[in-house]
T-cell receptor, first 112, second 111 residues
Framework: SQQGEEDPQALSIQEGENATMNCSYK?????LQWYRQNSGRGLVHLIL?????REKHSGRLRVTLDTSKKSSSLLITASRAADTASYFC????????????FGSGTKLNVKP | NAGVTQTPKFQVLKTGQSMTLQCAQD?????MSWYRQDPGMGLRLIHY???????DQGEVPNGYNVSRSTTEDFPLRLLSAAPSQTSVYFC??????????FGEGSRLTVL
């Protein structure tokens, strides 16, 4: 299975600190995406990075992609209590961009 | 702008019963998909569709049927519910940009 693995499974930080979570996957991809899920809600898209990109920014989010290591990281800078949520990476397959595979997520708790 | 709408939000079934989870999107997306989310296992793809009349299997298709007669709707059918199908089900759609838009989920319990 292509399913990604996030690391760590849980992360607890103070407001204002940075949060870094990692994702590893198994096979070649076209793109990798990060999603946020607030408790009991649907997932919300955060950022998409294509296989030919190495780094992407969106507001307080910074995503890197290393295709040689089949890994990605999501950095949230200056975290806020409202960032408390679960974060998931999702990958497709190089030969089937219609199939998306999600990891088991990182549960982030930002303490005020 | 409703986005992706799933119904029902909650459902309790007895083993062997059948039901349909409804999913509708108003964004004119060609791609739609169904996932299940179990504790500690992330989301797993059940079935997906790249357009009306076209469906394909995901990672965990057994026990589920789908059809896509219109661009807007993508129902998921459980023909004979089993306790192993107790889960939270999410429908998602995607346009050309590739990002998935999710519904709020349907929580299914099979007794």
């Amino acid at each position: 299975s292509q399913q990604g693995e996030e690391d760590p499974q849980a992360l607890s930080i103070q407001e204002g600190e940075n949060a870094t979570m990692n994702c590893s996957y198994k096979t070649s991809i076209n793109n990798l995406q990060w999603y946020r899920q607030n408790s009991g809600r649907g997932l919300v898209h955060l950022i998409l990075i294509r296989s030919n990109e190495r780094e992407k920014h969106s507001g307080r989010l910074r995503v890197t992609l290393d295709t040689s290591k089949k890994s990605s990281s999501l950095l949230i800078t200056a975290s806020r209590a409202a960032d408390t949520a679960s974060y998931f990476c999702a990958t497709d397959e190089a030969y089937n961009f219609n199939k998306f595979y999600f990891g088991s997520g990182t549960k982030l708790n930002v303490k005020p | 702008n409703a986005g992706v709408t799933q119904t029902p939000k909650f459902q309790v079934l007895k083993t062997g019963q059948s039901m349909t989870l409804q999913c509708a999107q108003d964004m004119n997306h060609e791609y739609m998909s169904w996932y299940r989310q179990d504790p500690g296992m992330g989301l797993r793809l059940i079935h997906y569709s790249v357009g009306a009349g076209i469906t394909d299997q995901g990672e965990v298709p057994n026990g589920y049927n789908v059809s896509r007669s219109t661009t807007e709707d993508f129902p998921l059918r459980l023909l004979s519910a089993a306790p192993s199908q107790t889960s939270v089900y999410f429908c998602a759609s995607s346009g050309a940009a590739g990002e998935l838009f999710f519904g709020e989920g349907s929580r299914l319990t099979v007794l």
